[in-house]
Nanobody
Framework: QVQLVESGGGLVQAGDSLRLSCAAS????????MAWFRQAPGKEREFVAA????????YYADSVKGRFTISRDNAKNTVYLQMNALKPEDTAVYSC??????????????????WGQGTQVTVSS
């Protein structure tokens, strides 16, 4: 069982940066692939980025590649999403997600068993 709590969202202007954090409970955090998803009003949940349990590999949606960076600190049970050069179209509720122990997960939300409550990111033009 993993519990996830996001923080770091807010209201920023286009071009600004934000860093989201996702704090996880449980001793098995280091065995989970982790991901960030986002959902804008009236739209489906969208994959943003993922990172393997060791942090050795990362994956990004084309829409954020080169602007967002996912990272993790297994000693702190935390995964981060550094978001630079934010655009109004990045406005959404951002949620972190965990799959299962030593389970390879991809961009499909249905692959993830644990979700945080989400944090709102609003980018004004």
């Amino acid at each position: 069982q993993v519990q996830l709590v996001e923080s770091g969202g807010g209201l920023v202007q286009a071009g600004d940066s934000l860093r989201l954090s996702c704090a996880a409970s449980g001793r098995t955090f280091r065995t989970y692939h982790m991901a960030w998803f986002r959902q804008a009003p009236g739209k489906e949940r969208e994959f943003v980025a993922a990172i393997t349990w060791s942090g050795g590999s990362t994956y990004y949606a084309d829409s954020v590649k080169g602007r967002f960076t996912i990272s993790r600190d297994n000693a702190k049970n935390t995964v981060y999403l550094q978001m630079n050069a934010l655009k109004p179209e990045d406005t959404a509720v951002y949620s972190c997600a965990a799959g299962g122990p030593y389970t390879i997960t991809g961009p499909n939300p249905s692959e993830y068993n644990y979700w945080g409550q989400g944090t709102q990111v609003t980018v004004s033009s």
